[in-house]
């Protein structure tokens, strides 16, 4: 039974959400890395004062760390009491064993007040281009201990009652590259964190702390509520998936993620324990990545769900420690986010569609061919930045693919590349459409780009971490799956393939090297026979097939 009218239910609901989305907005509009202002590698939130639970996040905030952040707020409140916290206590995070995914995403956690109590907390998270480590722009998929991947820092005090840790701050950024621009992304952050609590001061004004709890509540309630209604509509059953990576960038070898899916009722059980174990690279995802990569394939089916923890609670997860999706310290897991939790996201996906087949896509192209750069440039001095690309949705029942997505696990955009070319020393010669990349179909998959740079001037080491380049993104209900990644590089006029074919480590150029991309298309769905002759006619005519 409601406890709240449903009125001022919606306007509390609606005044939280807009919190958190100025809060991505000062980041946005502060930030100096590209890879957050431009790309919106970030998440702002607000959570439970005492269980840490994610009441609401950001509608452009990655949806990534929606239960990561939820971890990471718990793992402050279980290490530091939140009965001796003080107003203006910040406390900044990015270890990945600590509630996180890698290094690079650094979060900052400060608790809001009320009458003398923490009554909630709010939270951001951004992608830093560098925390130091062996590789500039922090994706190493040579890595073999996450000792190589960057600082890494507990929940840690950064500003003590309003003070700044100095100290604290010194240590961090004397271990970064480009430290000054780190130091910027940090302020914005740490401003985001003043909007927060200055709106929640203005929203508790409004209708009071009492009322407000009481509807966080209510609206945790509507959410598993929703959710549960939706699996009933699953038929009960096991549902068994399996798909690969390529490989860990280490060792040759394909790693396998196997999910069973038990339905019964109107909750989920998932069974990752046919997974492939720890691997020496960088492929190994944190439990709270790994979590979060099975709630956002349901929220990709069920998008109508409002995100919050009670979307969480029909679910139960089986994954063994030790596991690539359960590792233990120091397993290195940089590549967790973008290639590891994309491809759990797509065999959530292709087990529902043994359930309900109508309402699943194909396989999206599942890799975000991560690029990280660092040098010395006459004209940019020490630079050091990381970006990444889009490819190919899957094509579903109501038509064709999305071309040139963003990564599924985010809402986060692909940089300009004009923003990229002011920030680095690099020119694009080439970004378009990667023709015949698609997966046909009744509705083929969205097709993947291709991208070509070079180094302007100067020296430096380019990065890739990505994967699809051994099998494309799988089709369903009879469809082709889409082509596989293809990258090249290129120094002194000869022209390399990554052996690991999409992971190469600083990989060193000069003036006029470079490097040309050839992301996924996304996998096909239902029997090419069956698709239209105007469709294949507009293909043909648009240089697609």
């Given at each position: 039974?409601?406890?709240?009218?449903?009125?001022?239910?919606?306007?509390?609901?609606?005044?939280?959400?807009?919190?958190?989305?100025?809060?991505?907005?000062?980041?946005?509009?502060?930030?100096?890395?590209?890879?957050?202002?431009?790309?919106?590698?970030?998440?702002?939130?607000?959570?439970?004062?005492?269980?840490?639970?994610?009441?609401?996040?950001?509608?452009?905030?990655?949806?990534?760390?929606?239960?990561?952040?939820?971890?990471?707020?718990?793992?402050?409140?279980?290490?530091?009491?939140?009965?001796?916290?003080?107003?203006?206590?910040?406390?900044?995070?990015?270890?990945?064993?600590?509630?996180?995914?890698?290094?690079?995403?650094?979060?900052?956690?400060?608790?809001?007040?009320?009458?003398?109590?923490?009554?909630?907390?709010?939270?951001?998270?951004?992608?830093?281009?560098?925390?130091?480590?062996?590789?500039?722009?922090?994706?190493?998929?040579?890595?073999?201990?996450?000792?190589?991947?960057?600082?890494?820092?507990?929940?840690?005090?950064?500003?003590?009652?309003?003070?700044?840790?100095?100290?604290?701050?010194?240590?961090?950024?004397?271990?970064?590259?480009?430290?000054?621009?780190?130091?910027?992304?940090?302020?914005?952050?740490?401003?985001?964190?003043?909007?927060?609590?200055?709106?929640?001061?203005?929203?508790?004004?409004?209708?009071?702390?009492?009322?407000?709890?009481?509807?966080?509540?209510?609206?945790?309630?509507?959410?598993?509520?929703?959710?549960?209604?939706?699996?009933?509509?699953?038929p009960d059953g096991n549902y068994q998936f399996s798909d690969v990576l390529d490989s860990d960038g280490v060792e040759e070898g394909q790693l396998l993620i196997d999910l069973v899916m038990t339905v019964k009722g109107s909750e989920i059980t998932f069974d990752l324990s046919g997974s492939a174990p720890a691997c020496r690279g960088p492929f190994n995802s944190p439990i709270s990545c790994t979590v979060?990569?099975?709630?956002?394939?349901?929220?990709?089916?069920?998008?109508?769900?409002?995100?919050?923890?009670?979307?969480?609670?029909?679910?139960?997860?089986?994954?063994?420690?030790?596991?690539?999706?359960?590792?233990?310290?120091?397993?290195?897991?940089?590549?967790?986010?973008?290639?590891?939790?994309?491809?759990?996201?797509g065999v959530v996906m292709g087990a529902l569609s043994k359930a309900i087949p109508d309402k699943v896509p194909a396989s999206a192209f599942g890799t975000g061919t991560n690029i990280g750069i660092g040098g010395l440039?006459?004209?940019?001095?020490?630079?050091?930045?990381?970006?990444?690309?889009?490819?190919?949705?899957?094509?579903?029942?109501?038509?064709?693919?999305?071309?040139?997505?963003?990564?599924?696990?985010?809402?986060?955009?692909?940089?300009?590349?004009?923003?990229?070319?002011?920030?680095?020393?690099?020119?694009?010669?080439?970004?378009?459409?990667?023709?015949?990349?698609?997966?046909?179909?009744?509705?083929?998959?969205?097709?993947?780009?291709?991208?070509?740079?070079?180094?302007?001037?100067?020296?430096?080491?380019?990065?890739?971490?990505?994967?699809?380049?051994?099998?494309?993104?799988?089709?369903?209900?009879?469809?082709?799956?889409?082509?596989?990644?293809?990258?090249?590089?290129?120094?002194?006029?000869?022209?390399?393939?990554?052996?690991?074919?999409?992971?190469?480590?600083?990989?060193?150029?000069?003036?006029?090297?470079?490097?040309?991309?050839?992301?996924?298309?996304?996998?096909?769905?239902?029997?090419?026979?069956?698709?239209?002759?105007?469709?294949?006619?507009?293909?043909?005519?648009?240089?697609?097939?």
């Amino acid at each position: 039974m409601s406890t709240i009218d449903p009125v001022t239910l919606t306007v509390i609901k609606g005044g939280l959400d807009q919190i958190a989305e100025e809060m991505d907005a000062v980041i946005a509009a502060s930030a100096i890395s590209p890879v957050i202002a431009d790309a919106w590698d970030r998440a702002s939130g607000i959570y439970d004062g005492v269980t840490g639970e994610v009441i609401v996040q950001g509608t452009t905030g990655i949806l990534l760390f929606t239960t990561v952040m939820q971890h990471t707020v718990q793992e402050v409140i279980k290490r530091h009491d939140p009965a001796g916290m003080k107003p203006g206590d910040v406390y900044v995070i990015n270890d990945p064993y600590m509630g996180g995914t890698h290094t690079m995403d650094v979060k900052f956690v400060r608790p809001y007040f009320h009458d003398g109590k923490v009554v909630l907390f709010v939270a951001n998270t951004g992608h830093w281009p560098d925390v130091g480590g062996m590789t500039p722009g922090g994706f190493t998929p040579v890595a073999t201990e996450i000792y190589q991947e960057g600082l890494r820092l507990p929940p840690v005090k950064i500003y003590d009652g309003g003070v700044l840790n100095q100290g604290l701050l010194e240590v961090m950024l004397l271990n970064m590259r480009v430290s000054e621009d780190r130091y910027g992304d940090m302020a914005a952050q740490i401003n985001a964190l003043e909007i927060g609590v200055k709106r929640l001061d203005e929203l508790i004004a409004v209708h009071g702390k009492d009322v407000l709890l009481r509807a966080t509540a209510e609206l945790k309630q509507r959410s598993e509520a929703l959710m549960r209604s939706h699996i009933e509509s699953i038929p009960d059953g096991n549902y068994q998936f399996s798909d690969v990576l390529d490989s860990d960038g280490v060792e040759e070898g394909q790693l396998l993620i196997d999910l069973v899916m038990t339905v019964k009722g109107s909750e989920i059980t998932f069974d990752l324990s046919g997974s492939a174990p720890a691997c020496r690279g960088p492929f190994n995802s944190p439990i709270s990545c790994t979590v979060t990569g099975l709630m956002i394939a349901m929220n990709h089916v069920f998008w109508d769900v409002p995100v919050n923890s009670g979307c969480f609670v029909p679910f139960h997860i089986i994954v063994p420690k030790g596991s690539m999706l359960n590792p233990e310290p120091p397993s290195p897991c940089s590549g967790c986010t973008t290639e590891t939790t994309q491809r759990l996201i797509g065999v959530v996906m292709g087990a529902l569609s043994k359930a309900i087949p109508d309402k699943v896509p194909a396989s999206a192209f599942g890799t975000g061919t991560n690029i990280g750069i660092g040098g010395l440039s006459p004209s940019k001095g020490r630079y050091a930045t990381v970006f990444f690309f889009g490819g190919g949705y899957g094509g579903h029942g109501d038509g064709d693919g999305l071309t040139n997505g963003s990564t599924i696990v985010s809402s986060s955009r692909n940089s300009s590349l004009e923003v990229l070319e002011q920030a680095v020393p690099i020119l694009f010669s080439r970004y378009s459409v990667r023709e015949g990349s698609a997966g046909d179909g009744q509705f083929r998959g969205g097709l993947g780009v291709e991208a070509a740079f070079t180094l302007r001037d100067g020296e430096g080491t380019i990065t890739l971490l990505g994967d699809r380049g051994t099998r494309g993104a799988y089709g369903l209900q009879g469809g082709a799956a889409g082509e596989p990644a293809r990258h090249s590089f290129h120094a002194g006029g000869t022209e390399t393939t990554p052996p690991h074919l999409t992971k190469i480590d600083r990989f060193r150029v000069k003036a006029g090297d470079g490097a040309h991309l050839r992301t996924p298309g996304g996998g096909g769905w239902g029997s090419p026979e069956k698709r239209e002759a105007k469709a294949r006619e507009d293909d043909k005519r648009n240089g697609y097939s």
